[in-house]
């Protein structure tokens, strides 16, 4: 008998063991109060009192949030070009309304976060025959979602080199009708090379039952995945997760340095021995007219420091200097830039007008290289996405796929006076031919050219260019 329940218990090794940092490295990019909560620090010497003050004012910059956006931003800031790709799919990639942009930029910062992601490709359920008609109605087509490294619990390959089956764990709540609470299932898909069977463990009897179980025979598991070829592919821990620690550790500088202003507006009391004793002296009996001096025991911000007559006797307050929190901020700039650096994101120092020609050109070679590298692994994945729907469809054509790869940050005016320079130079009509192309190439810094145009524009530039 098959042991349905091992199937909500299994774990692929390396799923287990990248699990806890990952769901950290996701509650980073999440941030908020529960974020908060979880990665404040409490002081050894500090009172539960204090630290539930400095929690409740805690606020969360959120760079890891930043930086994995600010990557994808950047791999994506022109439209990649799919010719011959189906419009439909192009506007409409997940089926629910996200376009086939939007789909990778979330696997994009998927990819980002956790140095792993996926894609399914799948394709709506449907009993009896299709013909085109229906098919238009009813939107049965294949479609594309990215998916969570959390979600993929346990996969195998073959000994082909691609993937022999997938678990994906797909816990949902449905609520269509508006007069009945919402059904909540906590599910898990085995998807292998020819069937899918989606599992249940069911919520009164923790029981776990084959729920539905269907054919595709696609001879693949429609899932694409990507990792960091230099990271999970050299068996080294992705780099998202020193982000976040350099970010708490941010946080929590933050955080003192804030209560350190606090406490400057609000300063600790001291109060002399002597003065404490004859205010705690009983009061006067009746008829007695000598009244001892009245104090209060309610004190400001919590707490009060007794010293004794041999100190300096003297009531007062004290409180944090201000050099203690200029330190702290201090730190805190130097944390964030060495934080963007080690991403490799660093494009600007704090003079940009002091550096070199050389350096700026070094700082823009490591983002060029940085993001190339990027869309590299972006662009694969979307070119196996069309296959894979190329099998679920034979009437969608796998298109050419090309993602913008200059990234090179560079002054347009500057470019332009340049060529125009070079151009007044007098030489033969195959020098011409090169200002012209690299003319063509500023233009693309403003503005994507199509394949086909630029196809275009180089052949008028051979031909007509003397």
Known sequence: MTDFEYLFRREHPFYRRHKAIWKHSSDAYSGGTDYIDQA??????????EFLERRRRAYYFNYPRRIARLITQYALSAEPQRHNAASELVEDF???????????????TLLNVYGMAWILIEMPRFDGEIDP???????????????????????????DGRLEWALIEENTCSSRNAFEPPFCRKCRRLWTRNEWTLFE?????????????????????????????DGFGMDANHWFEDIVRISDAILNNESEAQMNI????????????????????????AGETDSPPQFSHILARSAAIWESS?????????????????YIREENINLKKE?????????????PSAQT???????????????????????QAELKCWQLMNLWDASIKIPEVVYNREFAVVNLKESIDTLLGLNSIPAGDEYRREISRAAVSVLEKIKKIAPESRKTILAEIDHNVK
């Open 357 to 379: 020609a050389e350096s700026k050109a070094w700082d823009h070679q490591n983002v060029k290289q940085f993001l190339v590298s990027r869309v590299d692994i972006l662009e």
């Open 133 to 159: 008609e229906r098919k238009q109605r009813e939107r049965l087509r294949p479609y594309g979602v990215a998916v969570s490294p959390l979600a993929v619990v346990d996969w195998a390959y073959g000994d």
């Open 310 to 326: 041999e100190e300096k006797g003297v009531s007062r307050y004290i409180s944090p200097s201000g050099t203690e929190t200029k």
């Open 94 to 108: 997940s089926r629910d309304g996200l376009r086939i942009n939007e789909v990778m930029r979330q696997f994009s």
């Open 339 to 351: 934080m963007f650096d080690i991403v490799g994101m660093a494009i600007q120092r704090e003079s």
């Open 40 to 49: 404040l620090i409490k002081h050894v010497s500090e009172i539960d009192l």
């Open 201 to 229: 463990k069911e919520g009164g009897s923790g029981t776990t039952v084959l729920r539905e179980h269907g054919s595709h025979n696609l001879g693949v598991v429609p899932l694409v995945q990507a990792v960091e070829a």
């Open 262 to 285: 606090v406490k400057q507006m609000f300063g600790l009391l001291i109060i002399s021995e002597n003065f404490v004793r004859s205010a705690r002296q009983p009061l006067p009996a």
